[in-house]
């Protein structure tokens, strides 16, 4: 079976990870910063950008996999995935120019929507199929 949605959210997220820890080194040779932020401000918001990422990627990606195996593609997975990819690209940008930054907020306003509407839809298919 294919999964269409879920692995281009997927693939898109791996990306945005792979630009986000490439970001955090980048700042640790540009500040000579081996382990943890070395108090430098800039790395430790990156750093955090790129762990708050790796925390929520893996259980939306598992949340949309699953309803997509119960429901199939459709518009409101794409839409759910979208709104996740954006909702985590505001996050990261929002973050990385300021603490509380505006998009920052957003953002993580958005991945805890789109947290809350993947598993209330995905227990909605599941219990639907009893």
Do not use: K
Not at 34 to 50: K, N, P, Q, S, Y
Not at 83 to 102: D, E, Q, Y
Request: some cysteine; hydrophobic content about 60%; glycine content about 6%.
């Amino acid at each position: 079976m294919q999964i269409p949605v879920t692995a281009a959210c997927a693939a898109i997220c791996g990306l945005l990870i792979l630009i986000l820890a490439f970001r955090v080194s980048l700042l640790r040779m540009r500040h000579r910063v081996a382990i943890g932020d070395g108090g430098v401000e800039a790395l430790a918001r990156a750093i955090r950008v790129h762990a708050n990422t790796i925390e929520f990627v893996p259980i939306f990606l598992l949340l949309s996999l699953c309803y997509e195996l119960y429901a199939g593609a459709n518009v409101v997975l794409i839409g759910l995935d979208a709104v996740f990819v954006a909702a985590r690209i505001a996050f990261a940008v929002g973050f990385s120019l300021a603490p509380l930054h505006p998009l920052r907020r957003v953002g993580a306003g958005l991945s805890y929507l789109t947290l809350l509407l993947a598993s209330t839809l995905l227990l909605a298919a599941v219990v639907t199929t009893f």
